[in-house]
T-cell receptor, first 114, second 118 residues
């Protein structure tokens, strides 16, 4: 049973470009979460999605960031017009649903903005 | 909103010894879940152990065990017989029991960097 799959693992973007990070949840998991980890810090919640629905985006920056989890295909975290401060590790996680179930993490995508 | 505090930025232990990592949290909820995750140099987040707040018995996974003090809102992780492979950042995390209305993810502490001395 494959785990949470994220790609790309490493992404380099110039300032002003767009970054797209993809996440395929574990088989059978319908809930996806995105977290951001800045250097030397813990993970900060960004957004929680179920298929075709954003449930909680309270951790998402108001501008330039968006997320989706379509009916078919992976979840996408999109960052438009990237700036140096967006450089971070972005972790996707999934769970089968129902609060309390363990959340399993992918290996992360490292975004570097140059 | 819930908060999780890890007061030890760094801990060091001799190989084969026992070490305890501290975690406290703040919540108004009576039922919830607590987790410890390990992040080795590879940066992957690995689940170490999980505790349901309604269970009085402390969770144990091989060399890892917790001391869950609900009244004190304390959730420490004990690692016995420390091994070099235990070297990592350790994050304590809280998850609400009640779904719906958002805030369904994990709230993390800032982490404790565990160093294993050979």
């Amino acid at each position: 049973n494959a785990g949470v799959m994220q790609n790309p693992r490493h992404l380099v973007r110039r300032r002003g470009q767009e970054a797209r990070l993809r996440c395929s949840p574990m088989k059978g998991h319908s809930h996806v979460y995105w977290y951001r980890q800045l250097p030397e810090e813990g993970l900060k919640f960004m957004v929680y999605l179920q298929k075709e629905n954003i449930i909680d985006e309270s951790g998402m920056p108001k501008e330039r960031f968006s997320a989706e989890f379509p009916k078919e295909g992976p979840s996408i975290l999109r960052i438009q017009q990237v700036v140096r401060g967006d450089s971070a590790a972005y972790f996707c996680a999934s769970s089968p649903g129902q609060s309390g179930n363990t959340i399993y993490f992918g290996e992360g995508s490292w975004l570097t903005v140059v | 909103a819930q908060t999780v505090t890890q007061s030890q930025p760094e801990m060091s232990v001799q190989e084969a010894e026992t070490v305890t990592l501290s975690c406290t949290y703040d919540t108004s909820e009576s039922d919830y879940y607590l987790f410890w995750y390990k992040q080795p140099p590879s940066r992957q987040m690995i689940l170490v152990i999980r505790q349901e707040a309604y269970k009085q018995q402390n969770a144990t996974e091989n060399r890892f065990s917790v001391n869950f003090q609900k009244a004190a809102k304390s959730f420490s992780l004990k690692i016995s017989d420390s091994q070099l492979g235990d070297a990592a950042m350790y994050f304590c995390a809280y998850r609400t029991l009640y779904s719906g209305g958002g805030a369904d993810g994990l709230t993390f502490g800032k982490g404790t960097h565990l160093i294993i001395q050979p």
